[in-house]
């Protein structure tokens, strides 16, 4: 036993004294393996620390009212309040931690007076109830219930059977957590004010009210969920818990549901699980810098310890204790490594979590202290230790079987490459479950093996070449290069692990640019102008809250652009029609777009002069100046009919104003123009059936029955406005069943109410087709460069002129047209369906963006749905999400930097303790050192400029291949537009500029003292 252990120990004690002697041979590789672990370690950390802080902030975005746990009841309960209050207390208690809001909201009641209020009770009244007047309830009794009236007409008394509802204080809601709203709670249709709503203090006894007994009731127990409390790792028993409560509530009663924020809280966690996944792929990347470190290392500390294996070997050890030997004398490097780089991760970690507001030991519990990261680290530990002990037994030389292997290798990693080309790209949906697709983690690490076997096969061949072109060169460049073509492995292997090195490096900062600019195209995709506003809740369209002029005069002059987004249909494939959005603005103004070179086919000043019309397009139609009675002379044969002025205002909006029934016979019409439409343009006279032929076509319709419809003939005289003629109706045309007999003749008509009957003057779009960018697909379904779109009935022909990937705003299929036009077309036949609901403005300089967006939050504007480029722009950059991963990037690409300069001196200084025989040999023979120092000096040249080369192009390969294969936003969402590689030349450059001063001081400095001794010294125990 004795001699076993001895013979165990033996070797370890060789590796032990070895260690002790020149403990700082392997403390720089130690320490760039140490940086790559804490790298993976960081990565590991970030990802869960950017899903918490993604939570948290979806969380917080969702209204206070609907960010809440909430139990209901709904009905009134058999066994009264308290037979439902402990099991909804029970079930919220497993949901959200803190008391219960507890209320009962009836519905609509009307009382004895006939008024109607809506009753509703809360508990703790005083907190959630400000007084504008009187006192807080104080009772409330089955006679008499003291309550607060918070909305509506003023109701002093309430009396609903032997219940009286006494008003004792007036006041108003401060949270909208109670009953879900701070809107008027009694609010519905019909109601021309709001009914009154009387709140009560006492849930329990305002539910037992016998005047209330039969009306109908919903209790909630509310709960509000911190943002700060919810951690992404929850989510999934937070949904189970919601799903377990609500079916022991509703086993034995239906009356029971839940409502909780639940897709906010789904949605915030398929956002972090996808970004997850993309960080998997840097992790990667971090990894293989690891692995190929631990190579490069090895392979550094190669030479020394294969001297030592000889020593041993003569001596006559077997073959155990030399693997024992590689063990310790390798291990502890990786050990040492490994360990020490956990433990900066776990402390960057920390640090991480402070500074970003989370509980460090909860994150680091779920991302570095999991199961699978502790299994990962030990993985990495134990391949670690494995590839140093590997590299260290090799044999002396090359080997035909390692070439083989090497080979067998690269085609593995194409193959695997080429699998991931032809699986497409990898979308949001696929990156949720980093397991759907094992290759994306592994997509850094084969295209580095590739490109790694590919140097090392080839670097010797090169050189070999090479060296029969430098023989006439100086010695210290024959030297350099005959040294590393007589011994091509060292200085391969080096190579290799800069151009994978500087490779990741390039891929992280170019991939990072990529997904930066993906956001703002993203951003300029969304809001393409500076501010857009639009219609919104309050239903006020732009040109309703101020003139086009008023627009272009913020901040001291500003491109207003009003929008078109109609809905319209049009062939494209097969015969069913696609819907189509149509969009138009002013032709003139698309280069003042944010507009992205793949947009269209064309350039955007191009586009502009194909569908800018020529000439002026906008309505025709005699203007109605100054005021009086507008006065028409009518002689109708056949059937009455109604006749109405349809006016457009300044503002492009239509008015109808109407003129009365014109019965058969003669008929003057007339009516006072109104002060509000005078100056106002007269587009078109509608004539249609009385209100009685509607009905009689109503009630045709009804019976199944045919609609007749009703016909005969107008005969309209001048339209005059006080004593000036209007107009005669000379050349105007009929639309939707009038036929126009010419001058001075009748006007025909056959109206069944199918169409709009109008007579209107002829328009500039008439006979002409609508210049439009189209999508691909409408381009293709084209027929003699036109393509027809329906807008509501109306047909509407489009010459393309141009074709687009996309439009901005606009997703799918889609015609770009000049605003002023299309809207022409379309209101000549249709008046009022092509008004502008939206306005882009675009500052007309960078510094005047930050006055116009203060500018259009205050009235009229802030009656309309605002998007401000620089907030939207602002709001996606600080997403957690992308930070986070830009964070990432950033530290691997410095990573990357780092661990080249110490690869390029651990190859130096290798270079110097394994090549000590032949420079000794060369010194001896009379090269003098400074020659020698210039030979190591360029064999470094030689290995950085290979590893130079073939970073770039690892980078372009990495990042093309990335981009195409994994189309995810930064924000992990579906990029529109898609992604485009964006290769940051600028940083690029600056890096390896950087890189290479670094590296030729670096070297520079760990040779100035090489071969300075008075005599040559030779390596101890060896023959020259």
């Not at 022409?824 to 963006?849: F, H, I, K, Q, Y």
């Not at 270079?911 to 020659?931: I, K, M, N, S, Y």
């Not at 969402?973 to 485009?980: A, I, K, N, Y």
Request: hydrophobic content about 50%; overall charge positive.
């Amino acid at each position: 036993m004795a001699r076993v252990a001895t013979a165990l120990l033996a070797p370890i004690s060789v590796a032990a004294a070895r260690i002790r002697r020149r403990p700082q041979r392997g403390l720089l590789a130690a320490l760039g393996i140490a940086a790559a672990t804490a790298m993976l370690a960081a990565t590991i950390v970030g990802g869960r620390v950017s899903s918490e802080l993604s939570v948290q902030r979806a969380l917080a975005a969702v209204p206070v009212d609907q960010r809440a746990m909430r139990v209901l009841w709904s009905g009134a309960p058999a066994g009264g309040y308290r037979a439902v209050d402990p099991p909804a207390t029970r079930a919220l208690a497993q949901l959200a931690p803190g008391p219960a809001v507890r209320t009962v909201l009836y519905r609509e009641t009307r009382f004895e007076n006939s008024r109607i209020a809506v009753v509703t009770g809360v508990d703790d009244i005083g907190r959630w109830v400000t007084l504008t007047s009187g006192r807080l309830p104080h009772s409330c009794t089955p006679s008499r219930c003291e309550v607060v009236q918070v909305a509506g007409a003023p109701m002093p008394v309430a009396a609903a059977g032997p219940t009286r509802l006494v008003r004792v204080g007036t006041g108003r809601l401060t949270s909208a957590l109670p009953f879900g709203s701070l809107t008027d709670l009694g609010v519905s249709a019909g109601h021309r004010t709001p009914p009154a709503t009387l709140v009560s203090g006492d849930v329990e006894q305002v539910s037992q009210l016998p005047g209330l007994a039969p009306i109908y009731r919903t209790y909630s127990w509310t709960r509000p969920i911190d943002p700060d409390r919810v951690h992404s790792w929850d989510i999934g028993s937070l949904l189970g818990r919601e799903a377990r409560a609500l079916t022991s509530l509703s086993s034995g009663f239906s009356q029971w549901s839940i409502a909780a924020p639940d897709q906010a809280l789904i949605d915030a966690t398929d956002r972090s699980d996808t970004a997850g996944a993309r960080l998997t792929l840097v992790g990667g990347e971090v990894a293989t810098l690891l692995l190929a470190f631990v190579v490069l290392a090895a392979n550094a500390l190669r030479g020394d310890a294969v001297a030592e294996r000889r020593r041993l070997e003569r001596r006559g050890a077997r073959r155990g204790q030399v693997w024992l030997f590689a063990l310790a004398e390798g291990g502890w490097i990786a050990l040492l490594g490994v360990l020490a780089g956990a433990l900066a991760g776990i402390v960057i970690g920390v640090a991480v979590c402070n500074s970003a507001g989370l509980p460090a030991g909860a994150v680091m519990s779920h991302s570095l202290l999991t199961g699978q990261a502790l299994l990962l680290g030990l993985a990495a530990l134990v391949v670690s230790v494995l590839l140093v002990v590997v590299v260290l037994l090799l044999p002396d030389g090359p080997t035909r079987y390692g070439g083989v292997l090497a080979d067998a290798v690269a085609v593995a990693g194409l193959a695997a490459l080429a699998l991931a080309a032809a699986r497409g790209a990898t979308s949001i949906g696929a990156t949720t479950d980093a397991r759907s697709d094992p290759l994306l983690p592994l997509l850094p690490l084969l295209v580095a093996l590739v490109a790694g076997v590919a140097v090392a096969r080839l670097l010797g061949p090169a050189m070999r070449l090479l060296e029969r072109r430098v023989r006439g060169a100086s010695a210290s460049v024959r030297i350099a290069v005959v040294s590393v073509a007589r011994e091509p492995l060292p200085a391969a292997i080096a190579a290799a692990f800069l151009a994978v090195a500087l490779g990741l490096g390039f891929f992280a900062t170019a991939y990072g640019q990529t997904l930066s600019t993906g956001q703002s195209d993203q951003v300029d995709f969304a809001v393409p102008a500076d501010v857009t506003l639009a219609e919104g809740p309050q239903l006020v369209r732009p040109l309703d809250a101020a003139p086009l002029e008023q627009y272009q005069r913020l901040a001291g002059g500003t491109v207003a652009m009003p929008v078109l987004r109609l809905s319209a249909t049009a062939a494209a494939t097969g015969t069913r029609p696609v819907d189509v959005t149509a969009l138009a603005l002013p032709a003139k103004d698309i280069p003042a777009l944010r507009w992205r070179s793949d947009t269209s086919n064309v350039s955007q000043a191009t586009l502009a002069r194909r569908l800018t019309p020529a000439g002026d397009v906008s309505m025709r139609g005699p203007l109605l100046n100054g005021s009086g009675l507008l006065r028409l002379p009518v002689d109708v044969t056949g059937s009455a009919v109604t006749t109405a002025l349809v006016l457009q205002t300044d503002r492009q909006a239509f008015v109808s104003l109407p003129l009365g029934v014109a019965r058969v016979g003669h008929s003057r019409l007339q009516r006072r123009l109104p002060a509000r439409l005078a100056g106002s343009r007269l587009v078109a006279i509608s004539i249609d059936r009385t209100a009685a032929d509607s009905k009689i076509a109503i009630h045709q319709q009804g019976e199944g029955g045919a609609v007749s419809g009703i016909k005969g003939s107008v005969l309209l005289d001048p339209l005059t406005l006080g004593a000036t003629r209007v107009t005669d109706w000379s050349g105007w045309i009929g639309r939707g069943g009038l036929v126009a007999g010419g001058p001075g003749a009748p006007l025909r008509f056959v109206i069944t109410g199918a169409t709009h009957p109008l007579l209107r003057p002829v328009q500039p779009s008439d006979g002409r087709p609508v210049p439009v960018m189209v999508s691909p697909d409408l381009a293709r379904a084209a027929v003699g460069g036109l393509v027809r779109l329906t807008f509501a009935g109306i047909s509407l022909p489009g010459r393309v002129v141009a074709v687009g990937r996309r439009f901005p705003t606009v997703t799918g299929s889609f015609a770009a047209a000049d605003e002023t036009l299309l809207a022409t077309a379309l209101n000549a036949d249709d008046p009022g369906s092509a008004v502008p609901s939206e306005m882009w403005l675009r500052a007309r300089s960078a510094d005047r963006v930050a006055a116009l967006n203060a500018q259009v939050t205050r009235p009229p504007y802030d009656s309309m749905t605002r998007s401000s480029h620089a907030v939207t722009l602002a709001t996606l950059r600080s997403d957690p999400l992308s930070r986070g991963i830009r964070l990432v990037l950033e530290g691997a690409a410095v990573l990357a930097l780092l661990l080249s300069l110490a690869a390029l001196l651990l190859s130096v200084a290798a270079a110097v303790r394994d090549d000590r025989v032949a420079l000794f040999d060369l010194e001896a023979q009379g090269v003098g050192p400074p020659t020698l120092r210039s030979q190591l000096r360029l064999r470094a040249a030689i290995v950085t400029a290979v590893g130079l080369v073939v970073a770039v192009v690892i980078g372009v390969v990495l990042s093309t291949a990335t981009v195409g294969l994994v189309q995810v936003t930064a924000s992990a969402t579906v990029p529109v537009p898609p992604l485009e590689r964006h290769l940051a030349w600028p940083v690029v450059l600056a890096g390896l500029v950087g890189f290479l001063l670094l590296s030729a001081l670096a070297v520079a400095l760990s040779t100035r003292a090489a071969f300075s001794g008075d005599l040559p010294r030779r390596a101890t125990g060896e023959a020259p």
